[in-house]
């Protein structure tokens, strides 16, 4: 069974960089079939995909997040990360990671919610 | 960016009646579209890819419909457990995109 977790601080400051990992069970990110998703939900709003990952480290993003966004995987791990750099309270949301197969996500992991906040 | 809508963007039925949630994309995306099931609180399920397809597990009162722009997801007899937003997403162009939700709610 395919399983996702998100992982990192609950709380980020203004201005500084929002660090997320998600980790991997029952499934190799090596094996080169998917790509690897990050998707936020803004409190009580819908879905807006901020990007993706390929095993290679080809990655893709949202193009106005795109100037502070770096997603980045480590396959000896099992897992991928995201870094939202100079962020603002409009960052606030839950984050999920997700596994992306031919265009749609199949599975997702449980999300995590980040504050911005001083 | 392709935007979706989505309609109504809330419904309330009864246990047993038929739902029928609308999506439409700003320009043709043939066949690339999925449905989401998100209960409150929970990460989003995946109910159908490639506008039709039935995901594997997912209960077959659960379909889908269309292509090009215009799309359908149909709730036959609906259970409570139903009870949740759906969402519609488009994967034709970049970048992804989903729709805005439509709130299902059991009366």
């Known amino acids: 069974q395919v399983q996702l977790q998100e992982s990192g601080p609950g709380l980020v400051k203004p201005s500084q960089t929002l660090s997320l990992t998600c980790n991997v069970s029952g499934d190799s990110i090596s094996s080169g079939d998917y790509y690897w998703s990050w998707v936020r939900q803004h409190p009580g709003k819908g879905l807006e995909w901020i990007g993706y990952?390929?095993?290679?480290?080809?990655?893709y993003y949202k193009p106005s997040l795109k100037s502070r966004l770096t997603i980045s995987v480590d396959t000896s791990k099992n897992q991928f990360s995201l870094r939202l750099s100079s962020v603002t309270p409009a960052d606030t949301a839950v984050y999920y990671c997700a596994r992306r197969v031919t265009g749609h996500f199949d599975y997702w992991g449980q999300g995590i919610l980040v504050t911005v906040s001083s | 960016d392709t935007q979706m809508t989505q309609s109504p963007s809330s419904v309330s039925a009864s246990v047993g009646d038929t739902v029928i949630i609308t999506c439409r994309a700003s320009q043709g995306i043939a066949s690339w579209l999925a449905w989401y099931q998100q209960r409150p609180g929970k990460a989003p399920k995946l109910l159908i890819f490639g506008a039709s397809t039935l995901q594997s597990g997912v209960p077959s009162r659960f379909s889908g419909s269309g292509s090009g722009t215009d799309f359908t997801l149909t709730i036959n007899s609906l259970q409570p457990e139903d009870s949740a937003t759906y969402y519609c997403q488009q994967a034709n162009s970049f970048p992804i995109t989903f729709g805005p939700g439509t709130k299902v709610d059991i009366k």
């Open positions: 990952i390929y095993y290679s480290g080809n990655a």
